[in-house]
């Protein structure tokens, strides 16, 4: 092979090896784009990609056993508005602090088929439905439109996206959105989980477990009946694959090695022998 050759043939390689690296880390950048959206505050993580879960009998096993259908039929009857064709992802976030357990929920919908007008519309149509009324409030990062209890707020964050949740979960959101809040992906412990769960992921969810939440958690079943498991575990994730199989892939981290083995035995009872609290699909 003449000089020209090989050296044709090592620029190819190493334009091909620069592709797959940057195709990766493409790939890695969108998944932990989330986190550069989400509040510090956020102590549980969960998303939805609409696209992936048609294709993943674990996601629609999960999401089937988390959200109440007749939700959706509700959304779909008054807004004409399906979540799961007309949306691209559903990402969910709990805001907690060192003060209370769980404060609030946020959403952050980004749409398909649809703008993010129109999934604003559908709120304002789903709280007259209740037979309440819209509001324009005024926050520090930009406009908020609520309920007049503020029960539920909503904001546009860009064309097809929206976040919805309570009046402060909103502000919050898009305050760092502005630069104005610390965002979620400054928290080395979901940080550096993220990217690697969500990864060809239709559902995924992390827990980043605070000292205070554990005394709620352990009246949990089956946390209740061995609370002693939780004073070491610092998180908690999980990860429905793509694919005809019914498992969803958990993944635990605990203070230390002895904390872990402990876990997992237990763990290896539970799954022989479920304990009668846990119901289908979580025995």
Same mark, same amino acid.
């Given at each position: 092979?003449?000089?020209?050759?090989?050296?044709?043939?090592?620029?190819?390689?190493?334009?091909?090896?620069?592709?797959?690296?940057?195709?990766?880390?493409?790939?890695?950048?969108?998944?932990?784009?989330?986190?550069?959206?989400?509040?510090?505050?956020?102590?549980?993580? =969960?998303?939805?990609?609409?696209?992936?879960?048609?294709?993943?009998?674990?996601?629609?096993?999960?999401?089937?056993? =988390?959200?109440?259908?007749?939700?959706?039929?509700?959304? +779909?009857?008054?807004?004409?508005?399906?979540?799961?064709?007309?949306?691209?992802?559903?990402?969910?976030?709990?805001?907690?602090?060192?003060? +209370?357990?769980?404060?609030?929920?946020?959403?952050?919908?980004?749409?398909?088929?649809?703008?993010?007008?129109?999934?604003?519309?559908? @709120?304002?149509?789903?709280?007259?439905?209740?037979?309440?009324?819209?509001?324009?409030? +005024?926050?520090?990062?930009?406009?908020?439109?609520?309920? &007049?209890?503020?029960?539920?707020?909503?904001? %546009?964050?860009?064309?097809?996206? %929206?976040?919805?949740?309570?009046?402060?979960?909103?502000?919050?959101?898009?305050?760092?959105?502005?630069?104005?809040?610390?965002?979620?992906? &400054?928290?080395?412990?979901?940080?550096?989980?993220?990217?690697?769960?969500?990864?060809?992921?239709?559902?995924?969810?992390?827990?980043?477990?605070?000292? @205070?939440?554990?005394?709620?958690?352990?009246?949990?079943?089956?946390?209740?009946?061995?609370?002693?498991?939780?004073?070491?575990? +610092?998180?908690?994730?999980?990860?429905?694959?793509?694919?005809?199989?019914?498992? %969803?892939?958990?993944?635990?981290?605990?203070?230390? @090695? &002895?904390?872990?083995?402990? =876990?997992?035995?237990?763990?290896?009872?539970?799954?022989?022998?479920?304990?009668?609290?846990?119901?289908?699909?979580?025995?």
């Amino acid at each position: 092979m003449s000089r020209t050759a090989v050296l044709a043939c090592a620029v190819g390689l190493l334009t091909l090896v620069g592709v797959y690296f940057a195709a990766g880390r493409g790939q890695t950048l969108r998944v932990s784009r989330s986190l550069d959206r989400l509040p510090s505050t956020a102590q549980v993580v =969960l998303v939805v990609d609409t696209d992936a879960l048609q294709k993943s009998a674990a996601a629609e096993m999960l999401l089937g056993a =988390l959200v109440d259908e007749s939700e959706l039929s509700d959304i +779909e009857a008054t807004c004409g508005l399906d979540p799961v064709r007309d949306l691209s992802e559903i990402l969910v976030w709990v805001r907690g602090t060192n003060r +209370e357990t769980l404060e609030s929920f946020g959403v952050q919908l980004e749409g398909r088929s649809v703008d993010a007008q129109t999934i604003a519309e559908c @709120h304002a149509s789903l709280v007259n439905a209740r037979g309440k009324s819209v509001v324009r409030i +005024e926050a520090t990062a930009g406009p908020l439109i609520a309920s &007049e209890d503020q029960r539920s707020a909503i904001a %546009v964050a860009d064309d097809r996206t %929206v976040v919805a949740g309570s009046v402060q979960t909103v502000a919050e959101a898009m305050a760092v959105r502005r630069g104005l809040l610390p965002a979620l992906a &400054e928290r080395e412990s979901i940080a550096s989980l993220w990217p690697e769960l969500r990864r060809d992921a239709a559902l995924a969810a992390i827990i980043d477990v605070p000292d @205070h939440w554990r005394a709620a958690l352990e009246r949990v079943a089956p946390f209740d009946q061995a609370p002693t498991l939780l004073d070491a575990v +610092e998180t908690i994730a999980a990860a429905a694959k793509t694919g005809a199989q019914t498992t %969803v892939t958990a993944r635990i981290d605990t203070a230390n @090695h &002895e904390n872990a083995t402990d =876990l997992a035995e237990r763990l290896r009872q539970w799954f022989a022998a479920p304990p009668d609290a846990v119901a289908p699909p979580w025995s």
